[in-house]
């Protein structure tokens, strides 16, 4: 069974700091990856995807990711935090050719320090 | 404009008293999902539809039906909701049933469910 865990369900950084948001996977095949964020009081929107072409990942919103398979990693990052970054990150796996489940990380609750 | 539209944003409601929550989206997507979202849970997959006339269970399907009887809705239903059914649902669809060629799922703005 796909899982990933994320680490830390609440992150805090200065505006202007990096901003590094960790992932890690469990799954019997190569798997798709996803980070999804969230507004308040909005729904899911997808960030990027890793879907077994390069590693690095290069999402909306200046962030990306990098799958490295000898880590089981997949962790969002973004050089220079923005006020508008604050919401809730969630990653999740997919198996290929499964039924199309994304199975979601408990989430982490990013947080802008002005 | 595309999108996933659920209703109702909010409901309160009470033990045992039988409630549909309303899902449609204008994409022309096969498939569709719900989802509820739990505060230390993430999002738990309750049950998901590839096309019209089939669905199948989630993670989490106990006390919750669904049904696909034409492509752009998927009314999630509790026939007999308890307070433990209390909690934030997402329905969201995707383009096609195949992971492989999956863009990626498109969400509604949620439905908060406050059971009594």
């Known amino acids: 069974a796909q899982s990933v865990t994320q680490l830390g369900s609440h992150v805090s950084v200065s505006e202007g700091a990096l901003v590094l948001l960790r992932c890690n996977y469990s799954?019997?095949?190569?798997?798709?990856l996803f980070w999804y964020v969230q507004y308040p009081n909005q729904g899911l929107q997808l960030l990027l995807k890793?879907?077994?072409?390069?590693?690095l990942v290069k999402g909306i919103n200046g962030f990306e990711a990098e799958f490295k398979k000898s880590e089981t990693s997949f962790h969002l990052t973004k050089p220079s935090a923005h006020m508008s970054d604050a919401a809730e990150y969630f990653c999740?796996?997919?198996?290929?050719?499964?039924?199309?489940?994304?199975?979601f990380g408990t989430g982490t609750r990013l947080t802008i320090i002005p | 404009e595309a999108q996933v539209t659920q209703n109702p944003r909010y409901l309160i409601t009470v033990t045992g008293k039988k409630l549909t929550v309303t899902c449609s989206q204008n994409?022309?997507?096969?498939?569709m999902s719900w989802y509820r979202q739990d505060p230390g849970l993430g999002l738990r997959q309750i049950y998901y539809?590839?096309?019209?006339?089939?669905?199948d269970k989630g993670d989490v399907p106990e006390g919750y039906k669904v049904s696909r009887k034409e492509k752009r809705n998927f009314p999630l239903i509790l026939e007999s909701p308890s307070p433990n059914q209390t909690s934030l649902y997402f329905c969201?669809?995707?383009?096609?049933?195949?992971?492989?060629?999956?863009?990626?799922?498109?969400f509604g703005s949620g439905t908060q469910l406050s059971v009594l």
């Open positions: 994409m022309n997507h096969e498939y």
């Open positions: 539809s590839m096309n019209v006339e089939v669905t």
């Open positions: 799954s019997s095949v190569p798997p798709y």
């Open positions: 890793y879907t077994s072409a390069a590693t």
């Open positions: 999740a796996v997919s198996d290929p050719g499964g039924n199309e489940k994304l199975t």
């Open positions: 969201a669809s995707s383009p096609a049933p195949n992971t492989a060629t999956n863009e990626k799922l498109f």
